[in-house]
């Protein structure tokens, strides 16, 4: 099967759909994490939320920690993050989160040659 975005191969069972086009694991992040990213109401309520805080947006645990790890490393593909974090974080939660702190523009995504790393900002 081939990515309707970058027409690279995928492997049986590691397509993922994302508005509707078959698309490998990595674009799907890259495209859901820039759709969320662009999305300008989001970003806005984000730092409005940031400035009322006084420039420190109140991070949760977690955010906390993919902060830590990000700054420590220099930069991980999600797997590589998900398997620091440890047990009982889903990469659904990771997602999630990650979407939150790209947002508040704490973290991004950035590619790599073929690799998708998250870093910080
Ligand atoms: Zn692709």
Known sequence: MECEICHGN????EERV??????CEDCFIEASMTMKACDPW?????????KMLGGKA???PLQ????????ETGGLEKEELL???????????LETQFALLRHME???????GDRVVLRTW
């Open 42 to 50: 989001a970003v806005r309520s984000a730092k409005a939320t940031e």
């Open 64 to 71: 906390s920690r993919i902060l830590d790890i990000l700054e």
């Open 18 to 23: 994302h508005q509707g086009r078959t698309v």
């Open 10 to 13: 995928i492997e049986p069972g």
């Open 83 to 93: 398997a620091r974090l440890g047990d009982g974080v889903t990469p659904r939660e």
């Open 58 to 60: 109140e991070l949760n």
């Open 106 to 112: 704490k973290a991004r995504a950035e590619k790599r």
